[in-house]
């Protein structure tokens, strides 16, 4: 299907629930100029769904008369799935800054057998989470989303006007090779012909996104997410950080997070290299790995490691139910 699938489907839904649209309007409504809307319009003939165009002043595209989709046909557990796919994408920020979530699932619950509908209601009314949401003011325009998407699955350059984490604008040209969800936020990262190499980009900071005719080739093997993870591992802290891991990368990932630093698997072990902000919490960091590692740099990390060796040691040998000692520094 040629045609962006959500576009079409919007369409659709805006000719359900009104009698008659202009082509105007109907663009308006998408963000979409007119002969798009005839090409949706087209797509949705092809499929099978009875949209007819009025010619005149007065016309404009509607379904005929009496034409009704038919229900929506889940099984249990196809509907157990997209209503904690949902409420997930939720409580993780997967979003835009629409609030759709409320009203797929609204429409969803309207379409479905009473006793499926309620049983579903009660997980979704009872459903805890341990994660902390997401803050909404973090989620871009589904415009922004959407653009970008398509411009990366056909390999068109974009212009966008950008804003730092400083509030500073800039106008940039960007080839986008990719979009990665991370920690609760959305990026792009792609060529910037700005800075004249590869950048990571905010969506929410996006404003204003037009994508043109010019074309570029993604680089061979570029991996997206591992850049964004890289790049992010590798913001501006105070200390850079060089370890030697005794173990393989596999167990070596479970423990350290992309985002603090990034693994290199090599002949001797795994190499861990990032920047922290705290020496205690990068010691803390590689005590909770559980296995033997060589601190390469800085040395002070080495120190870091010693104390809290120290502090864990005399823990230890506290007597059970005996006066503890007086308080030294706290491990947090």
């Known amino acids: 299907m040629s045609h962006p699938a959500g576009r079409v489907l919007a369409l659709l839904e805006l000719l359900q629930t009104r009698h008659r649209s202009t082509a105007a309007e109907l663009a308006g409504r998408l963000g979409v100029d007119e002969r798009t809307v005839r090409r949706y319009a087209a797509t949705l003939v092809e499929l099978g769904i009875p949209v007819t165009a009025d010619r005149g002043r007065h016309g404009g595209y509607r379904l005929r008369p009496g034409f009704k989709l038919p229900p929506l046909m889940l099984t249990d557990d196809e509907a157990v799935a997209v209503l904690l796919g949902l409420v ?5 920020g997967l979003g835009t800054e ?5 009203t797929a699932l609204a429409k969803i ?8 509908a309620d049983r579903l209601a009660a997980v979704q009314e009872h459903l805890g989470f341990t994660l902390r949401r997401a ?19 056909h390999r068109r350059r974009v212009t966008l006007d950008y804003r730092s984490w400083r509030g500073e604008p800039s106008h940039r040209d960007l080839d986008p090779y990719g979009l990665v969800f991370h920690a609760g936020r959305w990026y792009v990262t792609g060529h910037d012909h700005r800075r004249a190499e590869v950048r990571t980009f905010r969506l929410d900071r996006i404003g204003a996104v037009t994508t043109g005719a010019a074309t570029f080739t993604v680089p061979a093997d570029f991996d997206p997410v591992a850049w964004v993870t890289r790049s992010l591992a590798g913001v501006p802290y105070t200390h850079e950080i060089e370890v030697l891991l005794e173990t393989d990368l596999a167990t ?11 693994l290199t698997d090599t002949a001797d ?17 590689l005590a909770g790995l559980g296995c033997p590692f060589t601190v390469r740099r800085p040395e002070a990390l080495c120190a870091e490691v010693a104390a809290l060796a120290g502090r864990l040691a005399g823990w230890a040998a506290r007597p059970a139910g005996g006066q503890p000692p007086s308080p030294r520094r706290p491990l947090d």
Do not use: Y
Not at 109 to 116: D, E, G, I, N
Not at 269 to 285: P, Q, Y
């Open 88 to 92: 997930v994408a939720e409580r993780l």
């Open 98 to 102: 629409q609030p759709a979530t409320a």
């Open 109 to 116: 619950h309207r379409v479905l057998p009473a006793a499926l």
């Open 135 to 153: 803050e909404p003011e973090q989620r871009p325009a589904s415009g922004t989303l959407l653009t970008l998407a398509a411009a990366a699955r």
């Open 252 to 262: 070596a990932r479970r423990g350290v997070p992309p985002s603090v630093a990034e």
């Open 269 to 285: 072990g795994v190499l861990l290299r990032g920047r922290a902000e705290s020496l205690a919490g990068a010691a803390r960091l």
